[in-house]
């Protein structure tokens, strides 16, 4: 063997460049932080639902492109993200992942902040007097939040256009469903991967890898339509394919999910819709799922799972809902260890055995074709400026 090359027969070097990725972009710290800079600090972010937000002072927090982020509903019911830090000496602010507070106090000198983001309390303040610095100044920094369909977005680029323009229309493919009844949260959970933010997110694009699951190969792929659903391409990178009816009753105890579909949808209908770069919306008849992503470094991720079911529901019908959404996507559902188990094995060899990977596949579009994947690097190398399938492009 004189090199990684030679454990493939593959002819990498004859392929476009669009249809394979050098696999060191999920490996490569450099390549990370790069990412971190022209991606996650410079596109609108998915950060949480309104409906966790639901009442006066409730917060959340997060991480955007390493920046701490506090979201907060005011007392004037707007939302508002700033960054987790103190003003003084840069503590970070609130640790709790949620919870509710009319104002949040540093451990280490007692600054105080209100649910705006103000600075309310400085001790012996008088003592900035000799710089002219009051606590008018000091409030925490505010950061650009806007919610559409009851999701909420953050934005770190002051200058980025507004958050309508980047979703390019792409969340009309659910329109019908935020259209008819409010959706709350109703299942959290976050799981570290130790893959690459990319691998997650393919995993929600191409279907060729449905293969992969029990489930999909019982209740979907046995019916020819699942083959051919066309995908359809957003600017920015955002990626719908087409709805398919799924047959529940094929699979081994398995039961319709038709009479607690969601309003808007057919009887066990099932969509998806990505988000360039990190989010999937995937609808599977009862449940609207939601992932987002907080990268953490080349090769481990931290995925947010949140389930939305219709507000105010009858408890019966919550209940049977929650155990519907557990059942596929909950952390021991059908689906999610899957796809986990295969992202992490995938990562095991990155840039070691494994050089390349490839997004070749062409169907016109249709369900397995590898086209929203290429779509997805198009956009990564718009915004990083980097050539995904060319370590030679690489910086040192
Ligand atoms: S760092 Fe927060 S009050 Fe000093
Ligand atoms: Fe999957």
């Known amino acids: 063997m004189k090199g990684n090359e030679t454990f493939y027969s593959i002819p990498w070097e004859d392929l476009p460049p669009t249809h394979y990725v050098d696999n060191r972009i999920f490996c490569d710290q450099k390549i990370f932080d790069i990412e971190q800079r022209t991606i996650f600090s410079k596109v609108w972010k998915f950060v ?43 503590v970070k602010l609130v640790e709790e992942p949620a919870g509710n507070a009319r104002k949040f106090e540093c451990l280490f000198h007692r600054w105080t902040y209100d649910a705006r983001g103000r600075c309310i309390d400085i001790p012996r303040e008088e003592g900035y007097a000799c710089v002219k610095i009051d606590k008018a100044q000091c409030g925490l920094k505010q950061v650009r939040c806007e919610s559409t369909r009851g999701l909420v977005f953050v934005n770190l680029d002051d200058d ?25 949260v109703l299942h959290f959970h976050e799981q570290v991967l130790d893959t690459d933010w990319k691998h997650w997110q393919e995993t929600n694009m191409e279907l060729y890898h449905e293969y992969l699951h029990v489930l999909n190969r019982k209740t979907g792929m046995i019916d020819p339509a699942y083959f051919n659903r066309a995908w359809h391409a957003f600017e920015n990178g955002h990626m719908a394919v087409d709805p398919l009816i799924i047959q529940y009753e094929k699979m081994q105890g398995g039961a319709s999910r038709e009479e607690h579909t969601l309003p808007g949808l057919k009887p066990n209908e099932f969509r998806i819709l990505d988000i360039f770069p990190d989010v999937m919306l995937n609808c599977r008849a009862s449940v609207l799922r939601i992932d987002t992503q907080i990268p953490l470094a080349a090769g481990k991720t931290l995925v947010q799972f949140r389930g939305l079911g219709v507000k105010g529901e009858p408890e019966q019908m919550r209940r049977q809902r929650i155990r519907d959404h557990a059942e596929f996507w909950g952390p021991f ?35 397995q074709d590898d086209f929203p994947v290429r779509e997805f690097y198009r956009q990564w190398e718009r915004l990083t400026g980097l050539r995904a399938a060319s370590a030679s492009m690489l910086p040192e």
């Open 48 to 90: 949480c639902c309104e409906s966790e937000l639901a009442g006066t002072n409730d917060f959340r927090t997060t991480t955007v492109a390493g920046v701490p982020l506090l979201i907060v509903r005011g007392p004037d019911a707007k939302i508002r993200a700033m960054v987790n830090s103190c003003s003084h000496r840069g």
């Open 160 to 184: 980025a256009a507004p958050l309508e323009d980047y979703l390019a229309g792409c969340l009309s493919v659910f329109d019908d469903v935020f259209g008819q009844v409010e959706l709350e």
């Open 333 to 367: 559902g059908r689906n999610l260890p899957e796809d986990a188990l295969a992202t992490e094995r995938q990562k095991e060899t990155m840039g070691k055995a494994s050089k390349y990977s490839l997004m070749a596949r062409e169907e016109n579009r249709l369900t």
